[in-house]
């Protein structure tokens, strides 16, 4: 006599979460040097030390009353001065603080968006494969439809004739997520400039904004001295959601925020509607003293040359096994990696029998790929590789 | 285009909000010490000196990579522990870890509770007035009908016959709030007892359990001596939900959690869909360094005898002045006053006009009171009970 949704969300994990249970049971039979595990996306590179500082100096010097207290629904008002003029700084438009609604991480933020943009029962979001699983759970918990487009394979750009078919009257809003989980694409200019041309027109011809709601947890973890394009430049009707999670390497903390410029139709209805989204939700503020720690480190980034020295050791690695490296992602830390048979989730068996624990891309809604979160230390990598021979070598490579 | 329902809760501030929105505009016309603001529940009492400590302990000696990493979704298993050993020493009921969902304080726990326990759209919580106007929105939010139970004044002990009325097919659960905010009565072991008879009688004759949902922010906020009884203990399936919001002053931190002993029927099923309700929602975990912290803290709380202090100081001095303070609040730090006049929205417009500000009792379904929140300091109050003596005076009193 319970929620029946509610009950089958709580009672099946997330295939990422089984498989990484299943890793710690299986570092306690064979020991944790004989597990290879590539599954959960959690930072490996600890806070920048200047954070840290930061953390301690805020509880040192501080009013505890003030500091551990409630703050405005939408955040504490100098946090908020602070992050839109680092946004202004870094990417123009000039934000102001009636812009940001901090967060109790991405996730809360996604959820009170989809709340927020959610007219009646059965709107449609749109959500290009490959996908991070939960987007499905978050939109269908507000009473949406999630509408999954299949993936371009094999540079995991926006395929704009499938997206302008898929759009509808019933169309809210289209969901991107770029540095992408699981494929490590970055969308280039010209893929949001055509997105953005695509989304005008549409949301013409509709008579309202399709909105285009941006998941960028992943913005700065980039390679090859790229940035990652500002979404908002390429469309207006932008809604950034943001989350210090990776960033900071602080993701149990729970910090994050949706960021509705000035530029987005209906500016003050969406902002009010994302807020009310929250309070309906439960989220009273976003964590107090976080949300002062990173005002304060808006900007720094943990030591995030980690995961690109892993990424390369990958790249060189797999490639010399065999293995198709031809596209190494280009922001995340994870590794999209062509699998060796057709079937991912029989390859991704094989592997587990080697004790070596990748996420098959059919979970993401992208078949004959396999997810390596390589956010672990170099040299679990480097003998990872030994294994990842042998693997090849059961397919003859 | 956005949801109606949202917008509004995102544009209309709550009462409460609204007055202490005012209160700080108005007290930069007139200064601070001319605005006497008991409109918000805002501790305060500093969290303990020990709390304090242990947080810098923490920050100090943990690896900053598991302490602000990632917990299980239901919280870090050695905090859950930690807590359910002190629930057991306490209460009794032998509790485990499998029995507690750390949660992003009490309006996430309740909101998890009544996203679980909804079958189907329509379904119904049964809620006492007067009662904390947010109550309505969480049971909304999950597709639910909140049932409103008229206050029993002037002891707001809980009307037995008007709940057993009031119960139907549709009934899921009965919200309880004790010590109860706003009127700051504890609802006694016999009052508790014949409730858990009527609500197992009742579930008897429904052939499956009516839920009691007991929200137990204030449970350490008694005075005169009194310990707050444990509801479990007079009925079997009693869900409680707790934070360390008001115990340890640490309001904005947002700590709660979800508690769903084993005595509870379908307790794994009801657990489960906690938690699935918490994913479904975009709670990923409770803040990962505040689980620790109040954890380690459990049992400890701030200095609470300057409430007690604060309620004495009311006690006496409006009493002196012609109010009718003959059922101080046995718990909470809230005084729930009767009005001078019957309407007590004019009665509190008065005390406006004389910078004193209250919320009206309708705003929590119960006219004919002003509810004072007297987490001030001491001096304040003090200072305040010459303008009651005006307001008095007003009414010829």
Chains 1, 2 share one sequence.
């Not at 759009?167 to 200019?189: C, D, E, F, K, Q």
């Not at 976080?290 to 040359?305: E, I, K, P, V, Y």
Request: aromatic share 10%; with cysteine; charged share 20%.
């Amino acid at each position: 006599m319970v929620s029946k949704r509610c009950y089958e969300l709580g009672s099946a994990r997330s295939v990422i979460r089984e498989l990484f249970e299943y890793g710690n049971r299986r570092a306690g039979e064979v020991g944790p040097e004989r597990v290879y595990d590539f599954s959960i996306g959690n930072p490996s590179v600890p806070p920048p030390q200047a954070a840290l500082e930061e953390l301690e100096r805020l509880i040192r010097d501080s009013d505890p009353l003030e500091l551990h207290g409630y703050t405005s629904a939408q955040g504490d008002l100098a946090a908020r001065r602070k992050l839109a003029a680092g946004l202004t700084a870094r990417f123009g438009h000039d934000y102001g603080p009636d812009d940001l609604y901090l967060t109790v991480g991405a996730a809360a933020a996604l959820c009170c968006v989809f709340h927020a943009l959610t007219v009646a029962p059965g709107d449609e979001f749109i959500v290009f494969a490959p996908y991070f699983p939960e987007y499905k759970v978050f939109i269908e918990g507000a009473g949406a439809a999630a509408v999954i487009l299949p993936p371009k394979a094999p540079d995991f750009q926006i395929d704009l004739d499938a997206l302008d078919a898929a759009i509808g009257p019933r169309t809210r809003g289209v969901l991107i997520n770029s540095p992408n989980n699981p494929a490590g694409v970055v969308y280039t200019p010209q893929t949001l400039s055509g997105l953005g041309e695509l989304l005008r027109r549409r949301s013409g011809e509709l008579g309202r904004p399709i909105y285009l709601i941006s998941d960028e947890p992943y913005r700065e973890i980039v390679y090859d001295g790229k940035q990652t394009p500002w979404v908002p430049d390429h469309y207006a009707d932008a809604i950034v959601c943001y989350s210090w999670s990776k960033s900071l390497s602080l993701p149990g903390e729970r910090l994050g925020y949706v960021l509705v410029g000035g530029q987005v139709t209906d500016h003050d209805q969406v902002f009010a509607a994302v807020a009310g989204a929250g309070r309906r939700l439960g989220y009273v503020n976003a964590p107090s003293l976080f949300q002062r720690l990173c005002a304060a480190c808006d900007g720094l980034t943990a030591d995030l040359s980690i995961y690109a020295e892993n990424r390369a050791l990958l790249t060189q690695g797999l490639g010399a096994l065999g293995y198709d490296t031809s596209l190494p992602p280009a922001g995340t830390f994870y590794y999209f990696l062509p699998t060796l048979e057709p079937d991912d989730v029989a390859f991704c068996q094989r592997a587990k029998a080697l004790d070596l624990l990748l996420v098959p891309g059919s979970g993401f809604g992208a078949a004959g790929y396999a997810r390596l979160s390589f956010c672990v230390p170099t040299p679990r990598i480097r003998a990872a590789l030994e294994v990842f021979g042998k693997l090849a070598g059961e397919y003859g490579r």
